[in-house]
Antibody, heavy 112, light 107 residues
Framework: QLVDSGGGLVQPGGSLRLSCLASGFTFSSYGMHWVRQAPGKGLEVVSDISGDGSRIFYADSVKGRFTVSRDNSENTLYLQMNSLRTEDTALYYC???????WGQGALVTVSS | EIVMTQSPATLSVSPGERVTLSCRASQSVSSNLAWYQQKPGQVPRLLIYVTSTRATGIPARFSGSGSGTEFTLTISNLQSEDFAVYYCQQYNNWPWTFGQGTKVEIK
């Protein structure tokens, strides 16, 4: 099970940190992704992190502003989002590698 | 970035029909192609991975085919619960990218 949290309303230029608490599997054995979906729009993979955290990738749209990390001792995935823009407004899902298991999503709204 | 293009954008079909959804990649993604189903207000659900392998619990009426740049998802004997938006996704090259989706609606 994956439980996303940390969403909310933030002004442009602000910051927010999302969390994803994993349970029911060996968290450190799996890569994890953050996937977002703007209201009424399609899906975009934002970041990817390997099981041990040694390999990280970002979409160009968030590179330099978002930071993905994980704490395998706490079975938790994080997404630190800085310099937020209105176009970052979306439902953010954490996804286990393989695409089968998704969190319920955390809604991030960037608006003044 | 590999661009995934799905067609058509919308399909209007009747229950019991067979439908074919198309997905084209701007460059080869080998067989690293997945299909997802998303219903309103729900999380996407993995249907197919590696082009043609059904995920656990996915009915046999869903089938995938293709390779390289051209892929299809076929749903035979469409059921009422199959009306949804379908996305293809390539995971051959980072950034992994999704198509814009095909909505299958009731005719």
């Amino acid at each position: 099970q994956l439980v996303d949290s940390g969403g909310g309303l933030v002004q442009p230029g602000g910051s927010l940190r999302l969390s994803c608490l994993a349970s029911g599997f060996t968290f450190s054995s799996y890569g994890m992704h953050w996937v977002r979906q703007a209201p009424g729009k399609g899906l975009e993979v934002v970041s990817d992190i390997s099981g041990d955290g040694s390999r990280i990738f970002y979409a160009d749209s968030v590179k330099g502003r978002f930071t993905v990390s994980r704490d395998n001792s706490e079975n938790t995935l994080y997404l630190q989002m800085n310099s937020l823009r209105t176009e970052d407004t979306a439902l953010y899902y954490c996804v286990r590698s393989g695409g089968v298991y998704w969190g319920q999503g955390a809604l991030v709204t960037v608006s003044s | 970035e590999i661009v995934m293009t799905q067609s058509p954008a919308t399909l209007s079909v009747s229950p019991g029909e067979r439908v074919t959804l198309s997905c084209r990649a701007s460059q080869s993604v080998s067989s690293n192609l997945a299909w997802y189903q998303q219903k309103p207000g729900q999380v996407p659900r993995l249907l197919i991975y590696v082009t043609s392998t059904r995920a656990t619990g996915i009915p046999a009426r869903f089938s995938g085919s293709g390779s390289g740049t051209e892929f299809t998802l076929t749903i035979s004997n469409l059921q009422s619960e199959d009306f949804a938006v379908y996305y293809c996704q390539q995971y051959n090259n980072w950034p992994w990218t999704f198509g814009q989706g095909t909505k299958v609606e009731i005719k």
